[in-house]
């Protein structure tokens, strides 16, 4: 069992920066792989970003491409998500979420992930 408690939301203006932390509960952290999602209001949750266990691969969505990085410390059990040139549209909850220990890669559907933190609002303004 991993348990996911996400960080670092809040309130900034459009053009701004945030630096969201999930910490992980567990054992073994570097076997898990990774994953950003969010949910705007009247939306479904959709894949932001995902990282490997080693932090050697990633994969982004394309409307975050070349604004957020995801990257990982191992020895803290984190994943961190930084957000640049935030948008009004980027705001939603943000959720961390794992793979299963040694159980496939990088992927982009909130099914392939079975355990998810609470989430942490991050609201842009204009």
């Known amino acids: 069992q991993v348990q996911l408690v996400e960080s670092g939301g809040g309130l900034v203006q459009a053009g701004g920066s945030l630096r969201l932390s999930c910490a992980a509960s567990?054992?073994?952290?570097?076997?898990?792989?990774m994953g950003w999602f969010r949910r705007s209001p009247g939306k479904e949750r959709e894949f932001v970003i995902s990282?490997?266990?080693?932090?050697?691969?990633?994969y982004y969505a394309d409307s975050v491409k070349g604004r957020f990085t995801i990257s990982r410390d191992n020895t803290k059990n984190t994943v961190y998500l930084q957000m640049n040139s935030l948008k009004p549209e980027d705001t939603a909850v943000y959720y961390c979420?794992?793979?299963?220990?040694?159980?496939?890669?990088?992927?982009?559907?909130?099914?392939?992930?079975?355990?998810w933190g609470q989430g942490t609002q991050v609201t842009v303004s204009s």
């Open positions: 979420a794992a793979r299963r220990q040694g159980v496939g890669s990088i992927s982009s559907y909130t099914s392939q992930y079975a355990y």
């Open positions: 990282i490997n266990g080693s932090g050697g691969s990633t």
């Open positions: 567990g054992r073994s952290f570097n076997r898990n792989v």
